[in-house]
C-alpha cells in the first residue's frame, strides 16, 4: 500500500500574528465574561446603561412637543420606563454621582439631572408587586418581593435589623447599637432623657438604617424623621418606609439638610458614623444648628469609648464644651448631651476656632445652602421654641407658635387656617369618600404644606405625614416644626429624594403656584413631569387629591389620563368662599407586559 507523502506545513511571520490576535482576542472575551457575571463592575455598567437609555429617549424638542400633546390631551398615554428603572431616583442616581468628588461626601447627596436628561415615562413596579402590608403589621414585617434586596438581610441579620422568612423581610427591630431591640433601648435612654410625658415631639434620626428606632419611638408620641443616604446598604429608606416609618434620602456632606433651625427636641445618631468633628467640627454645628436648645443629642457607637478611637472622643468632648453642651450621661458606648438654653457661650478660646455666625445669615435657608462653619445663633429667632417653653404635645399642635410673627396678624391667620382645615379634612372623609383614617393610608405627604394644617387635622388617624414648604418660605417650616410634626423643604421643579412607590396618599394644594416664579409669574417648569413626580413616588391603588382653579384641575384631568390614573374632579367645600375645584386620582396598578 502506498504512502501519501505530506509536506511540512509553514506558516509566514503575519500568519502567526493573526493567530496570536485571535486567541488575546478570546481570551479577553472570557475575562470580561467573568467581570460582568461575578464583580460588581457589571451591575455598574449595567446602571450606566439602563441611564444612558432612559436619557436617550426623546431630543429636548421631541420631549416639549410631547409635553404639549399630554397637556392638551392629545397623547393618550405616557410610555413606560424600563424594568430596570422600577427603583429609580432621578437626583441618587449612583451612575450619575459615582463620577463626583468624594470629598466631604459630595457624591451622595443630591446632584438632579436637567429637566431635558430627565425620563418622561412612569416607573413600574417590580413584577411580583403585591399592595403593602398595612400598619402597624408592616412595622414587624414587608412583602420580600416589593423590594428584593438580600444586602441588609445577609449582612445586619445577626443584629436584628431585618430577615427573609417565607414571603417577607421580617423586622425584629434591632440595630447595630441595639441588637436586643429599639425598645429596651429607649427604656434605657429614658434613664437620663424625658421620653415620656409629651416634653419631647419631634426627633431627627442620622444615618437610620432601616429606622426601627424612630418605629418603636412612636409609641411615646415622639415623631421621628430617619434619614440616611442611598449607599452601600441600597435600600435602607426604601424598607423604612414600606414599614410605615417617616423617611428620606439624605446625606450629610457639604450643604445643610433641608430643614429648618431649631426644630427637633432630640438628635439621635446610633453608630451613623458621621465625622462630627471634621472639618473644624462643620458636622456638629449642622446638628447644632437643628437642635433647639434645651434639646438632647445621643451618640451611640463610634467614636464614643471605642477601642483605637481615643483622640476622636476626646474632640468630640471638645466640640461639646465648647459649645456649652450639659453632659447628661456616658453610658458604655453611649453619650448625652443636653444644649443650653441660652445664647451659645461662644466666643471663648476652643481649639476648633468656633465662632458665631454674622447676624446676616438666615439661620433656616437650607436648599442647595452650603454648610457653615460657625455656629448658630439661638438669638437669631425671636420667641418661645426651646424644649420647656413651648407647651407640651399634644398642645403644641394648636397654640399659635411664637413663629407666625413673621407674617402680618400671624395668630389669627394661623387659628383661621387650622379651622380651615378641619372643615375640609370633614369634608374630604364625609363627602369625597378618601380612606383617611383606615389601615389604606398610612404614608402621606403634603406638597405645599403652609403651616401644616392639613397634617393638624389628620392627629386621630393612624398616618403620618410629610410636610413640605417651597425653600422660598423658608419660615413655614419652622412652624410645622413648632406644631410637633415634621417636614422638609423642597422645590418641585426637581424629583424628591425618596424611592418609587412610598406613598399612599398625596395632597397638594395650589399646584400651579409650585412650578411658577412668585416674581414673574412665569412657569420654571411643567405640570407634566410634576405629575409625572407624583407618580413615581405614589403607590399602586394610592390617592391624589389636588385643589386649585377650574383651569388648572381641568388640565391636571387630562394629564392624570396619560399618566394612567382614574380621577374625578369636584367642587369644593360648601362653606369654602373660593372657585377651587378638587381633583381626586386612583394611581391604577399596572405592571409590564
Known amino acids: 500500500m502506498g504512502h501519501l507523502n505530506l509536506s511540512s506545513s509553514k506558516r509566514n511571520p503575519r500568519q502567526w500574528r493573526l493567530l496570536d490576535l485571535v486567541s488575546a482576542a478570546f481570551f479577553g472575551a472570557v475575562l470580561l465574561f467573568f467581570l460582568l457575571v461575578f464583580t460588581p463592575l457589571g451591575d455598574t455598567l449595567a446602571a450606566s446603561g439602563r441611564q444612558a437609555l432612559l436619557r436617550s429617549s426623546l431630543d429636548p424638542r421631541q420631549r416639549q412637543r410631547l409635553v404639549a400633546l399630554v397637556e392638551a390631551g392629545h397623547q393618550q398615554t405616557i410610555e413606560s420606563c424600563p424594568a430596570d428603572a422600577v427603583d429609580h431616583m432621578p437626583c441618587e442616581d449612583p451612575s450619575r454621582n459615582s463620577q463626583l468628588s468624594r470629598e466631604m461626601n459630595y457624591y451622595r447627596e443630591r446632584h438632579c439631572p436637567s429637566p431635558e436628561e430627565t425620563p ?3 416607573i413600574p413596579p417590580p413584577q411580583d408587586y403585591r399592595i403593602p402590608v398595612q400598619w402597624p403589621e408592616s412595622l414587624i414585617k414587608i412583602w420580600h418581593s416589593n423590594m428584593p434586596h438580600n444586602k441588609i438581610a445577609d449582612r445586619k441579620g445577626h443584629q436584628g435589623w431585618m430577615k427573609e422568612e417565607g414571603p417577607y423581610f421580617n423586622f425584629p427591630g434591632g440595630g447595630t447599637m441595639f441588637p436586643d431591640g429599639a425598645s429596651q433601648y429607649i427604656e434605657k435612654l429614658k434613664q437620663y432623657i424625658p421620653i415620656s410625658g409629651g416634653v419631647l415631639r419631634t426627633a431627627l434620626d442620622m444615618g437610620c438604617g432601616v429606622a426601627s428606632f424612630g418605629g418603636y419611638l412612636l409609641a411615646e408620641d415622639i415623631l421621628t424623621l430617619s434619614f440616611a443616604p442611598r449607599d452601600s446598604h441600597k435600600a435602607q429608606i426604601q424598607f423604612a418606609l414600606e414599614r410605615g416609618i417617616p423617611a428620606f434620602v439624605a446625606m450629610l456632606g457639604t450643604r445643610r439638610l433641608p430643614l429648618p433651625a431649631f426644630s427637633f427636641d432630640l438628635v439621635h445618631c446610633s453608630r451613623c458614623l458621621i465625622p462630627f468633628t471634621a472639618h473644624n467640627a462643620t458636622y456638629f454645628i449642622e446638628v447644632d444648628r437643628l437642635l433647639r436648645p434645651g434639646g438632647y443629642i445621643v451618640i451611640s457607637g463610634p467614636p464614643v469609648q471605642w477601642p483605637k478611637q481615643d483622640k476622636e472622643w476626646a474632640d468630640l468632648q ?24 441660652g445664647e451659645s457661650c461662644l466666643p471663648n478660646q476652643n481649639e476648633f476656632g468656633l465662632q458665631l455666625c454674622d447676624q446676616s445669615v438666615d439661620s433656616s435657608h437650607a436648599w442647595y445652602f452650603k454648610l457653615k462653619k460657625c455656629v448658630t445663633r439661638t438669638s437669631s429667632l425671636k420667641g418661645e421654641y426651646a424644649v420647656g417653653m413651648i ?60 403651616f401644616g394644617g392639613f397634617a393638624a387635622a389628620l392627629l386621630s388617624d393612624p398616618l403620618w405625614v410629610m410636610n413640605v414648604v417651597p425653600p422660598r418660605n423658608p419660615s413655614m417650616l419652622g412652624i410645622v416644626y413648632d406644631r410637633g410634626l415634621i417636614g422638609v423643604y423642597h422645590d418641585w421643579c426637581e424629583p424628591f429624594s425618596t424611592y418609587p412607590r412610598t406613598y399612599d396618599l398625596i395632597h397638594v394644594s395650589s399646584i400651579e403656584s409650585l412650578i411658577k416664579d412668585p416674581g414673574s409669574g412665569k412657569s420654571r417648569c411643567n405640570l407634566v413631569d410634576l405629575m409625572v413626580e407624583i407618580d413615581r413616588m405614589l403607590r399602586p391603588e394610592g390617592t391624589v387629591v389636588i385643589r386649585d382653579s377650574s383651569e388648572v384641575i381641568n388640565k391636571l384631568g387630562r394629564i392624570a389620563n396619560a399618566v394612567r390614573w382614574t380621577a374625578t374632579i369636584h367642587e369644593n ?21
Open 120 to 122: 418622561l415615562c412612569l
Open 318 to 341: 471638645a466640640v461639646a464644651r465648647a459649645l456649652c453642651y450639659e453632659l447628661i450621661a456616658v453610658d458604655g458606648n453611649t453619650v448625652i448631651w443636653k444644649k443650653s438654653n
Open 573 to 593: 367645600e360648601p362653606e369654602s368662599r373660593g372657585r377651587e375645584k378638587i381633583l381626586v386620582a386612583t394611581k391604577n396598578f399596572w405592571k409590564l407586559p
Open 391 to 450: 407647651p407640651k404635645w399634644p398642645g403644641r399642635l394648636t397654640k399659635a407658635p411664637s413663629r407666625v410673627d413673621v407674617i402680618k396678624r400671624g395668630i389669627d391667620v394661623f387659628d383661621a387656617d387650622t379651622r380651615r382645615w378641619a372643615r375640609r379634612v370633614e369634608y374630604y372623609k364625609t363627602s369625597l369618600n378618601l380612606k383617611l383614617g383606615t389601615p389604606d393610608i398610612r404614608n402621606v405627604m403634603d406638597m405645599n404644606a403652609f
